[in-house]
């Protein structure tokens, strides 16, 4: 059985209260749409956050642990 052919099967065996649900998860595989896109803002977060790591500005997550009782 190729995997076609047991992808048709799984289909076959939905409750058709499923069936909407698989259909669209089905065609967001098939878009390649990015649902969460990154924000200009969240962009510019990510290259200080880098930047900080390149200074020499960060920790450890065992120093951040222990920096606040965790």
């Known amino acids: 059985m ?3 052919d047991e992808l048709h099967a799984l ?3 939905l409750a058709v209260t499923e069936l909407e649900t698989a259909r ?3 065609a ?3 878009a390649d749409v990015d ?3 990154v924000t ?3 962009l510019a977060e990510i290259e200080e956050g880098a930047a ?3 200074r020499g500005e960060s920790v ?3 120093e951040f642990k222990r920096a606040h009782d965790l």
């Open 2 to 4: 190729t995997v076609k």
């Open 11 to 13: 289909v076959d065996r």
């Open 24 to 26: 669209r998860l089905l």
């Open 28 to 30: 967001e595989l098939r």
């Open 35 to 37: 649902y969460d896109p």
């Open 40 to 42: 200009p803002e969240e």
């Open 52 to 54: 900080q790591i390149q």
């Open 60 to 62: 450890t997550l065992a």
